[in-house]
């Protein structure tokens, strides 16, 4: 499965339970510290969209979101990356 892929599934998974990006955020930001890292991604991805990465896909994912560099997913770059 490709990262795009991914990223529809959990897109689709997003509007069929009738969640916010925010809500998103906060069931993938398991230890609420405002960020989601690699291994909160691909649990997140999992739960969510049944659909399980490999580390080099959970990689793409968070170079392709995070704007900031800081190799970890915020809000703002997840509602971008979902909007």
Same mark, same amino acid.
């Given at each position: $499965?490709? %990262?795009? #892929? =991914?990223? #529809?599934?959990?897109k689709?998974a $997003?509007s +069929? =339970? *009738?969640?916010s ?5 906060? /069931? &993938?930001?398991? +230890? !609420?510290? *405002? @960020?989601i890292n !690699?291994? /909160?991604?691909?649990?997140? &991805?999992?739960?969510? =969209?049944? #659909?399980?990465?490999?580390? !080099?896909?959970? %990689? $793409? &994912?968070? @170079?392709?979101?995070?704007?900031? !560099?800081?190799?970890? &997913?915020d =809000? $703002?770059?997840?509602?971008?990356a979902?909007?």
């Open positions: $499965m490709a %990262s795009n #892929e =991914a990223l #529809e599934k959990l689709d $997003m +069929d =339970a *009738g969640k990006v925010e809500d998103l955020f906060k /069931e &993938i930001d398991t +230890d !609420g510290d *405002g @960020t !690699g291994p /909160e991604l691909y649990k997140g &991805i999992k739960k969510i =969209a049944g #659909e399980a990465l490999t580390p !080099g896909q959970v %990689s $793409m &994912i968070i @170079t392709a979101f995070d704007t900031n !560099g800081d190799n970890r &997913i =809000a $703002m770059e997840l509602r971008n979902l909007s």
